[in-house]
């Protein structure tokens, strides 16, 4: 079930009927199946910005509490890898006059300009 509700839901979560699937998958499966509540979230996850458009996705989350508190972590792990990632971008962004690696990029920078 899980490979073919993947399938449908590659462009299938843009329809209301999502919001249908997540209540009805929470509705139907323990807390302790985490397969298809896990996909469900990934997708959404990865659609977010959209879902919140809709005020259909705004009910499944108020409806179904379970799915809303794993949004919040999902969400909330997304975020901290973004910040992660951040941070290693500013710091790769620091360069000095010391090391013959930021040398050799000044150079080259110099060269192709």
């Not at 896990?38 to 705004?58: H, P, Q, T, W, Y």
Request: proline share 2%.
């Amino acid at each position: 079930m899980g490979l073919k509700f993947q399938t449908a839901t590659k462009s299938g979560w843009e329809q209301d009927d999502f919001t249908l699937a997540i209540i009805e998958a929470y509705d139907s499966t323990p807390d302790t199946d985490r397969g298809l509540r896990d996909l469900i979230v990934e997708i959404a996850g990865r659609n977010i910005e959209k879902l919140a458009e809709s005020g259909f996705f705004g009910s499944a989350l108020w409806e179904v509490p379970t799915f809303a508190s794993d949004m919040v972590y999902a969400l909330s792990s997304k975020l901290e890898k973004l910040e992660k990632v951040e941070k290693v971008e500013e710091v790769e962004k620091v360069e000095c006059t010391s090391c013959i690696h930021c040398h050799l990029q000044q150079v080259k920078a110099i060269y192709l300009s």
